[in-house]
Structure formats: structure tokens, C-alpha cells
């Protein structure tokens, strides 16, 4: 059943969905105008986060649902704002990587696609990635693409180092670990373990079932200058791969 008034909708009717396609959206706190989430869907996608919100219980609530409970509960309704419509999937995930650069403080678990690499860049820092020399791998390496925004919370190291969704068999062939940020490594670290994602594990943390971290310590010196200030090659930057996480081998 299709419900609107002037003020929101409910759900979209058949005919306006088949003329949507896949379009990005923001969902905005009435309270203050504040964004807080970005997301790309299709047919009545943007309404479903409302309807998930409903049932759910204590600590099974991510941030974006308790946001919309507490929006519900002040007596209010969470706003929709439609910002591309009519797009491919392809182009969907650029528009919505974009927004999410430009909307710091959403819920959103994952950023967007590509956004760790191609994402917003002052112009001094599109300059220095793409004329600086690419690396050429020496080592048997993970390429880890860390987020800008957690190297304001921590270390590099700390920041690479925990938690990803990796081959736990893969990752401990790697001979160095190599953090990127937006296509140039930053650094280059030395594993001597990887261990599962618990607090028991990395005092401090948090569980994250699923994922493992390392503990090891800065690459030696010969090798920071091997690859630290150099280009991640074109190869291993395909435009739409969402996957943090790269591997390369040598042959010795």
C-alpha cells in the first residue's frame, strides 16, 4: 500500500520506481538538518532503513537505526532527500562515495567505493600521488588502504593494523605490510603475528568477529625507503574495487 501526504512517503508507486532506476540518497535528521546517512538503492530502498528500524532491540541497533528510533521517538520523521536518480550501478557508487566526502559524521559502517583512493584531495595531494615514482615490489606485501579519517583518532600503525577481512594463511606469507592512504604508501610495517579480532587479543579493542589484526613493529629502515613516499602502481587501483585489502607476490 502506497501512503503520502505533503510531507513524506511511505513507499514509492510502480511507475515512479520503474522511472528511478538506481539512485543515491541522503537521510536527514529534522531535528537539527543534519545528514547521517548515504546510501545507493533501488526500488524503495530509501524507506527500508524506517521499516528495519522496527523490532529491533538493544545493542542489535547500529548507530544509523538508533539515530532513526530517536528521531521517531521526539515525535518526528526522518527526511529523504533523492540526490541522483535514473544512474547504473557503476556510476551510482561514484555519486555515493562523493557524498559521503562530503557529509563528515555519518553512520555509514563502510565508506564508499574508491573513496579511500579517489576520494576528495586538497590539490597539493592529487599532485604529490600522481607524480610520485610507483613502487616497484620487492617484497611479498599487503597493501592495506587506510581511511583518512582513522589516522585522526591514531597511529598509522594502529590504524593499519586492526581489523580487516583477510586470509589469515595469506597475510602471514606477507614479508611487509604496506599502509596506503589514497594510492601512496605511508608505511611500511613488519608482522609477527596475525590473530583474530578480540579484545582478548588487542587489549583496548573491541571484538570484530570475522576479521584479524597484527602485532609487529616498523619495517627496518632499507625498507621504509624502498616504498614509503611512492605510488600504489596503476594495477592494483582498479576504479570501483572496494576491497581494502591487496596482495603482491614476487618471484625469488
Not at 72 to 83: D, M, N, S, T
Not at 98 to 115: I, Q, R
Not at 188 to 216: H, K, M
Amino acid at each position: 500500500m502506497v501512503t503520502m501526504d505533503h510531507q513524506h512517503a511511505e513507499a514509492f508507486p510502480p511507475e515512479v520506481i520503474e522511472r528511478l532506476k538506481t539512485y543515491v540518497y541522503r537521510l536527514i535528521d529534522p531535528r537539527n538538518g543534519e545528514s547521517f546517512y548515504v546510501g545507493k538503492g533501488k526500488g524503495n530502498r530509501v524507506f527500508a532503513h524506517i521499516r528495519g528500524e522496527q523490532g529491533i532491540e538493544g545493542d542489535d541497533l547500529d548507530n544509523k537505526m538508533k539515530r532513526i528510533r530517536q528521531i521517531r521517538l521526539a515525535g518526528f520523521e526522518v527526511a529523504h532527500v533523492i540526490h541522483r536518480h535514473g544512474m547504473d550501478d557503476a556510476t551510482a557508487f561514484e555519486v555515493e562515495s562523493a557524498l559521503m566526502d562530503a557529509y563528515p559524521g555519518l553512520t555509514n559502517e563502510a565508506g564508499g567505493v574508491g573513496g579511500n583512493e579517489f576520494g576528495a584531495m586538497h590539490a597539493m595531494e592529487i599532485i604529490r600521488e600522481y607524480a610520485a615514482e610507483p613502487a616497484r615490489f620487492r617484497h611479498n606485501a599487503v597493501l592495506i588502504s587506510v581511511n583518512r579519517s582513522a589516522l585522526s583518532e591514531s597511529s598509522l600503525y594502529e590504524a593499519t593494523r586492526y581489523a580487516w577481512k583477510i586470509s589469515p594463511a595469506k597475510a602471514k606469507k606477507a614479508e611487509v605490510i604496506l599502509a596506503t592512504v589514497q594510492g601512496v604508501i605511508k608505511g611500511a610495517f613488519i608482522a609477527d603475528d596475525w590473530l583474530e579480532a578480540t579484545a582478548a587479543n588487542f587489549p583496548g579493542r573491541q571484538d570484530v568477529p570475522g576479521r584479524y589484526g597484527f602485532v609487529g613493529r616498523e619495517a627496518p629502515e632499507q625498507i621504509q625507503k624502498m616504498y614509503v613516499g611512492k605510488r600504489v602502481p596503476d594495477e592494483f587501483r582498479k576504479r570501483g574495487a572496494a576491497n581494502p585489502i591487496k596482495y603482491a607476490s614476487v618471484t625469488k
